[in-house]
T-cell receptor
């Protein structure tokens, strides 16, 4: 089945550690995104990538890093510089463009990160 | 700037209609979306509307778009307990194609 797979579903991090969240898609989408969700708030964009080997910072990129070496993969690293990393992280993908193509953005099932 | 706003809570009785409202700021947005999120899950795309449309209907869902007032609504007819979830409105920002989300409206359906 085509879709977006995020792993792990639940992750615990100790203070000062870096952790990496995996996101893989087999939809042949060029664009991929990482969002963070906190209780009572909407989704906030961390990083996005329109094409392989290229990515841009979103609204809350500080303390995070990404790579886009393959079309189907867009891993997110939460570094020790991120002071409040406990949240629900959502990966998404789409066909890029200005919207005229009528494309939509599809989401994975999310990963819960908790700092212990 | 980019901003999407929604009310946080809505409670209805089973069988009634639900109307979830949203306002947005980017007049150049080409697509507006409604997503549904059940507890602990990702976002499920419900429907979307192109900015040159006023209305779109899809089974029990009706989307109304007032582009002049930058107001979007989602009407769910014959609301069921399975419709209880958080509903997010989002606009597609033209630069980079990223989505800007509202805070989400928690819909509670009482039997």
């Amino acid at each position: 089945d085509g879709g977006i797979t995020q792993s792990p579903k639940y992750l615990f991090r100790k203070e000062g550690q870096n952790v990496t969240l995996s996101c893989e898609q087999n939809l042949n989408h060029d664009a991929m995104y990482w969002y963070r969700q906190d209780p009572g708030q909407g989704l906030r964009l961390i990083y996005y990538s329109q094409i392989v080997n290229d990515f841009q910072k979103g609204d809350i990129a500080e303390g995070y890093s990404v790579s886009r070496e393959k079309k189907e993969s867009f891993p997110l690293t939460v570094t020790s510089a991120q002071k409040n990393p406990t949240a629900f992280y959502l990966c998404a993908s789409s066909i890029p463009g200005t919207g005229r193509t009528g494309n939509t953005i599809y989401f994975g099932e999310g990963s819960w990160l908790t700092v212990v | 700037g980019e901003d999407v706003e929604q009310s946080l809570f809505l409670s209805v009785r089973e069988g009634d209609s639900s109307v979830i409202n949203c306002t947005y700021t980017d007049s150049s947005s080409t697509y507006l979306y409604w997503y549904k999120q059940e507890p602990g899950a990702g976002l499920q795309l419900l429907t979307y509307i192109f900015s040159n449309m006023d209305m779109k209907q899809d089974q029990r869902l009706t989307v109304l778009l007032n582009k002049k007032d930058k107001h979007l609504s989602l009407r769910i007819a014959d609301t069921q307990t399975g419709d209880s979830a958080i509903y997010f409105c989002a606009e597609r920002y033209n630069q980079g194609g990223k989505l800007i989300f509202g805070q989400g409206t928690e819909l509670s359906v009482k039997p």
